[in-house]
T-cell receptor
Framework: EPEVTQTPSHQVTQMGQEVILRCVPI?????FYWYRQILGQKVEFLVS????????KSEIFDDQFSVERPDGSNFTLKIRSTKLEDSAMYFC?????????FGEGSRLTVL | GESVGLHLPTLSVQEGDNSIINCAYS??????FIWYKQESGKGPQFIID?????DKRQGQRVTVLLNKTVKHLSLQIAATQPGDSAVYFC?????????FGSGTKLNVKP
């Protein structure tokens, strides 16, 4: 069964460092998303990506965040200068006809 | 926008009993709803969905009920099993944007 894969599963970084989280969406999907979930809280929308550009972003997705689809398969989330409050699970998701498929998540710990 | 809330943060049930998890949404333009199950340390998994032109949909051991009048959604799990222990949350979708509730943690007691 096709699935969304994410790497790394866990990353520990120092405050101020740059982090890149990687995702391989399901191959025939057209919409790509990043969400985050702070421990014990709800899943929050960060950004959606369609046709090689951002289609929507939330207020959380400020200038320190960026997304890229560098080739035909990867979809990356870059956090330029991490802050303590960026510590969370980051989920990538993709969809083709409405149903959202999530990856297993990348846990980011900022020290 | 949309605001999605769940009525109970935690629900404890006995193995074999039925579970009902509730969700409320605010935007009447939301036309598609999904229930997700999230086990500890894992990504959300799709359980069942329903479109706004329906009021009930059944899957294997799960039923989703949608009441558009009061903007309320529920997930019923029949004969709850220990493997059902997880956080369950709903998503309301409008214009291809997903709004998630915080989740209800279901504890199944053996």
């Amino acid at each position: 069964e096709p699935e969304v894969t994410q790497t790394p599963s866990h990353q520990v970084t120092q405050m101020g460092q740059e982090v890149i989280l990687r995702c391989v969406p399901i191959s025939n999907h057209l919409y790509f998303y990043w969400y985050r979930q702070i421990l014990g809280q709800k899943v929050e929308f960060l950004v959606s990506f369609y046709n090689n550009e951002i289609s929507e972003k939330s207020e959380i997705f400020d200038d320190q965040f960026s997304v890229e689809r560098p080739d035909g398969s990867n979809f990356t989330l870059k956090i330029r200068s991490t802050k303590l409050e960026d510590s969370a699970m980051y989920f990538c998701a993709s969809s083709v006809d409405g149903e959202l498929f999530f990856g297993e998540g990348s846990r980011l710990t900022v020290l | 926008g949309e605001s999605v809330g769940l009525h109970l943060p935690t629900l404890s049930v006995q193995e074999g009993d039925n579970s009902i998890i509730n969700c409320a949404y605010s935007n009447s333009a939301s036309d598609y709803f999904i229930w997700y199950k999230q086990e500890s340390g894992k990504g959300p998994q799709f359980i069942i969905d329903i479109r706004s032109n329906m009021d009930k949909r059944q899957g294997q051991r799960v039923t989703v009920l949608l009441n558009k009048t009061v903007k309320h959604l529920s997930l019923q799990i029949a004969a709850t099993q220990p493997g059902d222990s997880a956080v369950y949350f709903c998503a309301a979708i409008n214009f291809n944007k997903f709004y998630f509730g915080s989740g209800t943690k279901l504890n199944v007691k053996p």
